[in-house]
């Protein structure tokens, strides 16, 4: 073909790839290695649909694999964007959105659930944008004349166990909660007396309550001290924090307050130790699903046609269970509505986060992309928490948003440094652009010298950036309509909903197994939030399989 009419035909799949990458995105578990194996399989229908289209132009065999690749990177673009909606929304994430689902989903409950996947959007844009720019140094510094990728590969299982030493040293004492109540008592008439005690009284049982609740409960005061008391009812009793001057005990009183939990304080070293305790458990599971080809023998699924045996389809269920699934199980008895969301911005990010979220993101994920086992949410665990820490909710609500921007410049940087890694050392370190390089094979040109840019790699760098823009597009689309669809909706009720449609989802495509797995992930995923801990260190289900296969 010409150059003009390869580049006619290269728009064309493009946006077909950008069409499916939005399908793709919406569908939890339908990840896009798994496309694009289904692309590469499928090659001879779609190299007659190529010739059906575009034969007047005399496409060689080359060409036609070239269109396929700039399919499945099309795909894997759009994809990238349009995925945060339903981890944001459903909290159904996979490997590369998963610590994207608890910053989201406290922007959710805070009617911010639209912004939080825009700010997530822009990240990959912006992120896409930056790596464009990082292209060059980054093929002089892993490539001729500097040959980094050949120097760093002996040692880099070293440097990711460091990097995972860190975050586990990054850990500080705080304050935890002991699963106990007080109640702080309204200033005004919060404790009233009701009766001298004689005996035990008639009342009704205390009602079930939780941290921030208004409660009112009537107990016998057992013991008072300055701004406080010890409210007791038979085995039952719970601190109450008071500013009346109360000197009697003995008596009874109903209380009029809002609950609180009780806190203990956690030392660093015990916080460590739960730390390296998470990251093995979660390790030891991905090890397990990752490197065990026999795994999959003994599996049974519900309708074959719709299963996948590819080993990494379980990292679908192993991410919803450690990030999706965990959150919601914890907050389903919620008797809450899903409050309004709102459709505009809560307020201009301070331009120095907004530039710090994308640089560490970029940075992270243009650095990762070229050795296996590390994804773009393991390149935004390592750039992030050492340049601002996990957000909490406690703290600056910027943080959040922060968060979520690096997050997308990570998952986008990744996507684009993978594909230039397969020019320079010829590894494909992702499926999608494992698939691209098998596909081109004989005609995959390498980036030598400097000056000689091969023609397929602009080409897909094209095709990238495009497929870019209209994701951005089609992201904010589709989450303004998620934002104003599920305002009203009795949020319990819906989280029990998606957790029956993710359960069916998990077994529809992975089996019985896939069942198993979800229910392991998810009770290792409920630590954190009980324990303490940041949930990063649940990144070790992809970490520590990475350290071990560089290290053996």
């Known amino acids: 073909m010409d150059p003009l009419s390869l580049l006619l035909a290269s728009i064309t799949f493009t946006m077909a790839g950008t069409i499916i990458g939005i399908g793709t995105g919406l569908c939890p578990g339908v990840h896009v290695n798994n496309v694009a194996l289904l692309v590469y399989v499928g090659q001879g229908t779609l190299t007659g649909t190529i010739l059906a289209l575009f034969g ?12 396929l ?78 040959n980094a990728y050949d120097k760093l590969r002996p040692v880099m299982a070293g440097v990711l166990a460091l990097v995972v030493t860190l975050l586990i040293y990054s850990e500080g004492e705080r304050r935890k909660a002991t699963g106990r109540m007080m109640i702080k008592a309204h200033e005004v008439g ?80 015990e916080q460590r130790s739960w730390a390296v305790l998470l990251f ?14 026999g795994i999959q023998a003994a599996n049974w699924f519900p309708i074959p046609f719709l299963s996948s045996t590819n080993q990494s389809m379980m990292l679908f269920p192993l991410f919803s269970g450690l990030f999706g ?30 530039g710090r979220a994308v ?7 243009s650095a990762v992309s070229w050795f296996p086992g590390v994804s773009g949410a393991s390149a935004t665990v390592i750039a992030r928490y050492l340049a601002g820490g996990e957000p909490d909710g406690r703290e600056n609500r910027d943080n959040d948003r922060e968060f979520l921007v690096s997050i997308g410049a990570a998952n986008a940087s990744s996507t684009v440094f993978t594909l230039v890694a397969l020019f320079v050392i010829f590894k494909g370190r992702s499926g999608a652009t494992a698939t ?37 597009v089609a992201a904010k689309a589709i989450a303004r309509l998620f934002a104003r669809k599920c305002g009203k909706i009795r949020y319990g009720k819906l989280v029990r909903a998606v957790v029956v449609f993710l359960l069916l989802l998990i077994l529809m495509l992975t089996g019985v197994l896939g069942l198993f797995v979800a229910g392991a992930a998810t009770a290792i995923g409920v630590l954190p939030p009980i324990i303490g801990v940041r949930r990063v260190h649940l990144m070790g289900s992809l970490i520590l399989p990475a350290i071990l296969l560089l290290a053996f």
């Open 56 to 67: 007047w132009a005399s496409p060689s065999s080359g060409d036609v694999m070239l269109l």
């Open 69 to 146: 690749s700039v399919l499945i990177l099309a795909i894997a673009v759009s994809h990238t964007f349009v995925s945060f909606v339903p981890s944001v929304f459903l909290g159904a994430p996979d490997e590369d959105t998963a610590l994207s689902v608890l910053p989201g989903h406290r922007m959710l409950l805070r009617g911010r659930g639209y912004e939080a996947v825009l700010l997530t959007a822009r990240g990959c844009l912006w992120g896409f944008v930056a790596s464009l720019a990082l292209i060059l140094p980054l093929r002089l510094l892993m490539g001729s004349p500097v």
């Open 190 to 269: 919060g404790v009233q007396l009701l009766a001298e005690s004689d005996g035990e009284r008639e009342v009704e049982p205390w009602p079930e309550f939780a941290a921030g609740d208004d409660v009112t409960i009537e107990g016998k005061v057992a013991e008072v001290w300055s701004g406080g008391m010890l409210l007791v009812r038979g085995r039952d009793r719970v601190v109450v924090e008071t500013q009346d001057d109360w000197e009697n005990d003995d008596v009874w009183v109903s209380v009029q307050g809002i609950a609180l939990p009780v806190t203990r304080t956690a030392t660093a070293n």
């Open 280 to 293: 093995l458990l979660s390790g030891a599971l991905g090890w397990v699903l990752l490197c065990s080809p």
């Open 325 to 354: 699934l965990s959150t919601m199980v914890m907050s389903g008895a919620s008797r809450e509505t899903i409050p309004d969301q709102q459709l505009e911005l809560s307020g201009k990010m301070e331009s120095w986060r907004h």
């Open 359 to 365: 640089a560490c993101g970029t940075i992270a994920g």
């Open 436 to 472: 691209i390089g098998s596909l081109l094979a004989g005609g995959l040109s390498p980036w030598e010298p400097i000056s000689s840019v091969p023609l397929a790699m602009s080409l897909l760098l094209v095709a990238c950036l495009l497929s870019a823009m209209c994701g951005y």
